[in-house]
């Protein structure tokens, strides 16, 4: 191990902490446009993305985040059509997003070309489907820009960003939020990627606190990812309704069984409601996000 190369995650270095990987083999590195964006081949976790020195996917823990993003929000709002992704450059959450049959359009806003460009080449397992899905919009631009201007409307708006450092600042401030309201259409849902919560309580209770001032239901779910390292992530819910947030587990069952019940390997009907139990000490920050 000794003459392996570590590479270190970098996210949590003002905690003064770092998960660290043996590397096999880097694959591509590259400063693009936007950010740093490294692939490497690590023996446990398979290929392995990073941007900023911060996890973004890899092939052995991908399924639990991209299945609850997904899953989550299109099961409980229950006749979603139109979908958007804003960041996602990666296609981990469109593949699962294009399991839906009910979904007659899938829009995903990425702001850097470079990560599309790879993912065609590193990640076909994602790609490769969602490229060949005549529902699959793929839009070069700022999200930022984007809900700030188009005239669409959309059911399901999930926002699979960076952390917010670097181009995905922005997708973490009330004007980004405010802006997805204005096109979501009415009984719509948004889930964001909100970070870990024992690590970055901060940027969940941002979050909350904006979702509390402009949408009817706001709050968080979780899951264990173990590349998120740091324990639950949570994933923040927006919603013009508390509706589907309240759906029942049957409900649930019985859409997944509509949707041809593909498969999974994390998300089911009763993880997707458990998700919504909160442990306390997150039940409390969410509690405490003012709007
Ligand atoms: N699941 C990962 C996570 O939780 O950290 C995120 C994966 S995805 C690769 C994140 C994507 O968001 C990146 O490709 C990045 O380029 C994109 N992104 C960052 N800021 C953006 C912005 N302002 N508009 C659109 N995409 C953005």
Redesign the pocket.
């Known amino acids: 191990m000794a003459d392996k190369r570590w590479i270190p995650e970098t996210l949590f270095d003002a905690l003064g902490f770092r998960m660290t990987f043996a590397v096999e083999k880097v694959l591509y590195e590259l400063e693009?446009e936007?950010?740093h964006l490294v692939l490497f081949e690590q023996k446990h976790f398979g290929k392995v993305?990073m941007?900023d020195g911060?996890?973004?996917?890899t092939t052995r823990d991908?399924f639990i985040?991209?299945e609850m993003?997904t899953h989550v929000p299109i099961l409980a709002h229950g006749s979603a059509r139109e979908v958007l992704v804003?960041?996602?450059?990666?296609c981990?959450?469109a593949e699962e997003v294009l399991k839906h049959k009910t979904v007659t359009r899938l829009t995903q806003?990425?702001?850097?070309e470079?990560?599309?460009d790879f993912?065609k080449e590193h990640f076909p397992e994602f790609t490769g489907p969602v490229f060949a899905d005549p529902r699959f919009e793929s839009v070069i631009?700022?999200?930022?820009?984007?809900v700030a201007e188009t005239d669409r409307r959309f059911d399901v708006i999930i926002v699979?960003?960076?952390?917010p450092q670097?181009?995905?600042?922005?997708?973490f401030t009330r004007e980004?939020y405010a802006a997805c309201k204005r096109c979501m259409a009415k009984g719509g849902v948004m889930v964001t990627?909100n970070?870990v919560p024992f690590f970055q309580p901060d940027e969940l209770i941002s979050s909350v606190g904006h979702f509390r001032a402009l949408f009817a239901d706001a709050g968080c779910y979780v899951a264990a990812?173990p590349t998120?390292v740091g324990g639950h992530?949570a994933m923040g819910w927006a919603a013009d309704d508390t509706a589907p947030r309240a759906t029942p587990v049957e409900t649930i069952a019985a859409r997944y069984a509509a949707a041809g019940a593909f498969a999974t390997k994390y998300w089911t009907p009763e993880v997707h409601k458990a998700a919504f139990a909160l442990p306390r000490f997150i039940a409390e920050a969410v509690a405490a996000a003012k709007a």
């Open positions: 693009t936007h950010q993305l941007l911060a996890t973004q996917v991908e985040y991209h993003m804003i960041g996602g450059g990666d981990g959450i806003v990425e702001i850097d470079s990560v599309v993912s631009a700022d999200g930022m820009k984007y699979d960003s960076t952390d670097g181009p995905g600042a922005v997708l980004f990627q970070g990812i998120y992530m």
